[in-house]
């Protein structure tokens, strides 16, 4: 037996995978001398190796073929889950915790003065001078609920809900600036490159729906992020696991639908071709982009029918359009809450979507109506959706913005500058104690007096409601191990129930 033959009756029968009958490994063996694992896999074009390793698979022997070419295929975590899905609502631009959450008499008090000089040590502001006078909430609040969580007038149907929310009033960060702290909440770092939120989750969990995408966003409000793509990018992961940002018009998705002369049988024959080749391609490189491309020209083409379906709001019963206060055919925030119960619903496992109107540094009273009346009425319908339809106690809702707004004014009587040091986030559903209302800031509104909670502890905390130790998620890049919290983060177990 030759050399080559020899290490080819060698070949460790769990990595046996089918490959091209022409492949230039095998070109010189000598027909005569050859093992019977090269007969097994050659002949037939590999019949023999894809009978084999589907044998090898099913006994736990090696990976199935379809998780092989499908990166998306469900993945089981660290342990068992509290949620399988999430539905992240981002208020980018960041929203008043001082209008909305966190009552201040203190600062109503002290309105129009300037702040003590100890407060402001150290303290550097985005375009304020920090000793500019401080500014009294502009809203009332009252409590709601059993649970008896103060919330602000601008929030009736969010005090519907107050029972099912767990408010954080202690949440911090390291950014002042829209873009790098809107990367940070949504990737665990300011530098741009890093994987998302979302894609870890799909990266971890895979995805349950085999016609819809791992990662949906949807934006709307003023523009879009001012972070951009980068919020739900898949940084060094594999792009398979970068979220898809569906449109509110038009096609669902840029390029979906297929150019004039195209019909589905012609279609259906160029994509089996092309895939073909990236098969016999894939086996040979092992690159995990080539498995990428394979499943984003597939997962285009079942798209074309369940995207517009999906889209379809009409389908919707009356009452619930109602509960969210959604239009079909409109493109509103309310449209895309209701879409992201439809794809949870689906199984999509990461929903995530971006309302950029908050950024109030004049305004603020006029601002902050009208971006209350576009939002609260679809967040708390989407709690209650799932709620009814028994979703939620596997779906975590996520809603807050990148950082708070400072208790100094800004823009003469009528504005708040950008302020990381104390904001407000909630959650619902997905393993969250409901009812509670954690943490506290001073009696300004300035800093975190209690349980602090920073973006890395809110990271760290999803993960593990997700079956994920966040110190484990790890992927390796550049020599090192990286993970969503690098080296920070601690779960915040008191928010779990």
Known sequence: MSEYARRVDRIDPGRVAPVNCQDHRFRHADPSRVGRRWFLQECGVGLGAVALGQLLAEGGYAASPSSQVDPLSAKTPHFAPKAKNVIFLFMAGAPSHLELFDRKPKLAELDGTLPPPELLDGYRAAFINPNSRLLGPKFNFARHGESGAELSELLPHTAGIADD???????????FNHAPAQILMST??????????????????????????????????KKGPSGGNA???????PTVYSGVQFRTGGEPVL????????????????????????????????????????NSFEMAYRMQ??????????SEPGHILDLYGAEPGKPSFANNALLARRLVERGVRFVQLFHEAWDQHGNLVNDLKANCA??????????????????????????????GRTPMVQGGDDGRDHHPNAFT??????????????????????????????????????????GFDHERLTYRFQGRDFRLTDVFGRVVTDLIA
């Not at 919020?231 to 992961?237: I, T």
Request: proline share 4%; aromatic share 8%.
């Open 231 to 237: 919020n739900w990018g898949s940084g060094f992961l």
């Open 305 to 314: 029918s369940s995207a517009p379906e999906l889209m379809d709001l009409s």
């Open 165 to 175: 929310l767990c408010i954080v009033k202690s949440m911090t960060t390291d950014a």
């Open 188 to 221: 665990g770092s300011q530098q741009f490159g890093r994987p998302s939120l979302g894609a870890w989750t799909c990266y971890g969990l895979g995805n349950e729906s085999r016609d819809l995408p791992g990662y949906v966003v949807f934006s709307s409000g």
């Open 255 to 294: 390029y979906l639908s297929n150019p004039e002369g195209v019909d589905d049988a012609l279609q259906r024959d160029s994509l089996d071709a092309i895939s073909a080749l990236n098969r016999m391609h894939l086996d040979e490189a092992g690159d995990p982009e080539i498995a990428t491309r394979i």
């Open 425 to 466: 986030m909630w959650l619902a559903g997905g393993g969250i104690r409901p009812g509670l209302t954690y943490g506290e800031s001073d009696e300004l509104g300035f800093g975190v007096a209690e349980n602090p909670v920073h973006v890395h502890d809110l990271h760290a905390t999803i993960l593990h409601l997700l």
């Open 374 to 403: 576009d939002t609260d009425r679809a967040c708390a319908a989407l709690v209650t959706d799932l709620k009814q339809r028994g979703l939620l106690d596997e779906t975590l809702v996520i809603w807050g913005g990148e950082f």
